[in-house]
C-alpha cells in the first residue's frame, strides 16, 4: 500500500475498503507504510481508521515489509496482528504469506543505490506513471529481483511444507499457470501504487489473482513476459 507515499493510489484503496463483502482475514502483506517516519494525509490516516474499524468485524493480519519494519506500534493501533510471515489452512491448503524482502538481497547489500533508485523512480512517477511502469520493466535489476523472490520463496515454501506462498515486495503481480506444476504454488500481490492494483482473494483453497483499475492507463504484464 504504501500509505504516505505520494503514489499510493489512496482513492481506490478506500473504495476497496468500503467495497469489502464479508470476509474471515484481512492480510496486509507488508509495506502498508512507504516509512514510520513520513507524516500522513488526512486520506491515509482515513485508511488506518477503516482498517481500525474492520478490525472490529474480522482477522487483521500485518505482514512486517521492509520499508514497515518498525510498525508494530501503528499495527497494535489499528488492531492488527503484527507477524514476519503468516500461515494459514484453507480447503485442504496450507497457505504462506510473507512480504518477500528477505530474498532481495540487492536492499541490503545496497542500501544507498537502492534509496536512489526509489527517489528516482518517484521522482519519474511525479512526472508520468506510464513512463515509470515502463522504465520498471525495463530494468534488469527489476527483472532478476522478481526471478529471485519468486524462486526463493517457492524453495521456502517448499522446506515449510506449504502448498501455496503468497509474496509481495515486487511491486508485480504474479499467479501461477495452469494446471500448477510442481508441489507449491506461486501467488505476488503485486502493489496499489501503480495504474492496476491488486489482491488475492482466498476461498476454499482457491486463490484468485484480483485486479483494481485505479488509473486505467497501462496494461499490466503477464508472468510469461517477465520470465522471457
Known amino acids: 500500500l504504501h500509505l504516505g507515499s505520494e503514489s ?9 475498503i468500503d467495497d469489502l463483502p464479508p470476509t474471515q482475514r484481512l492480510i496486509l502483506l507488508g509495506d502498508v507504510l512507504e516509512n514510520t517516519e513520513y507524516r500522513l494525509t488526512k486520506q491515509h490516516w482515513r485508511v488506518l481508521s ?3 474499524k474492520l478490525a472490529d468485524q474480522l482477522e487483521l493480519i500485518w505482514v ?25 489452512a484453507s480447503g485442504d491448503r496450507e497457505i504462506l504469506c510473507v512480504h518477500g524482502d528477505v530474498w532481495d538481497r540487492f536492499i541490503s547489500d545496497h542500501p544507498v ?55 509481495g515486495h515486487t511491486h508485480f503481480p504474479e499467479a501461477p499457470p495452469e494446471p500448477i506444476v510442481g508441489p507449491c504454488a506461486y501467488y505476488n500481490t ?21 485486479e483494481v483499475l485505479a488509473e486505467a492507463e497501462v496494461p499490466i504484464a503477464t508472468p510469461a513476459e517477465i520470465r522471457a
Open 8 to 16: 499510493c493510489q489512496v482513492k481506490a484503496l478506500q473504495q476497496f
Open 113 to 167: 543505490a537502492t534509496a536512489m533508485a526509489d527517489w528516482v523512480y518517484l521522482q519519474i512517477q511525479r512526472m508520468s506513471r506510464r513512463l515509470a511502469l515502463r522504465a520498471k520493466r525495463g530494468s534488469k535489476q527489476f527483472l532478476r529481483c522478481v526471478a529471485r523472490v519468486r524462486e526463493e520463496g517457492l524453495k521456502y515454501a517448499v522446506a515449510k511444507r506449504a502448498d501455496v506462498i503468497v509474496c
Open 190 to 210: 503485486g502493489c496499489w501504487t501503480d495504474h492496476h492494483c491488486h489482491y488475492v482473494t482466498v476461498q476454499d483453497g482457491r486463490l484468485q489473482l484480483e
Open 64 to 88: 512486517r515489509g521492509n520499508h514497515d519494519c518498525d510498525a508494530e506500534s501503528v499495527a497494535h493501533l489499528v488492531g492488527a496482528e503484527f507477524v514476519p510471515e503468516y500461515t494459514f
Open 50 to 52: 477503516r482498517f481500525r
